[in-house]
Nanobody
Framework: VQLQASGGGLVQAGGSLRLSCAAS????????MAWYRQAPEKQRELVAV???????NVVDSVKGRFTISRDNAKNTLYLQMNSLKPEDTAIYYC????????WGQGTLVTVSS
């Protein structure tokens, strides 16, 4: 099983990034998918989740700025991040949950002020 996250980078406050997570080795469509993030010296936290049917939920701190989506035909999870803030700086991890739980390796997002 592999969850390959990409799309992170350095961006100025107010900018945008789109993260991708390509999944292999799992039947992607049956997994609930999510993005988590971990800022320096902080615990990993849930950012957004998308169910198998497409319903989504995002945490209040990113509501209206981040959008989670999935393409089951491409086995890929996305996170569109707009209006980025310095406090969004973190390593972002994709997560797949069904009977088992899998984690990607993370992609670093740095937002400069």
């Amino acid at each position: 099983v592999q969850l390959q996250a990409s799309g992170g980078g350095l961006v100025q406050a107010g900018g945008s990034l789109r993260l991708s997570c390509a999944a292999s080795g799992i039947k992607f469509s049956v997994y609930t998918m999510a993005w988590y993030r971990q800022a320096p010296e902080k615990q990993r936290e849930l950012v957004a989740v998308i169910a198998t049917g497409g319903s989504t939920n995002v945490v209040d701190s990113v509501k209206g700025r981040f959008t989670i989506s999935r393409d089951n035909a491409k086995n890929t999870l996305y996170l569109q991040m707009n209006s980025l803030k310095p406090e969004d700086t973190a390593i972002y991890y994709c997560n797949a949950r069904f009977i088992a739980t899998y984690w990607g390796q993370g992609t670093l997002v740095t937002v400069s002020s």
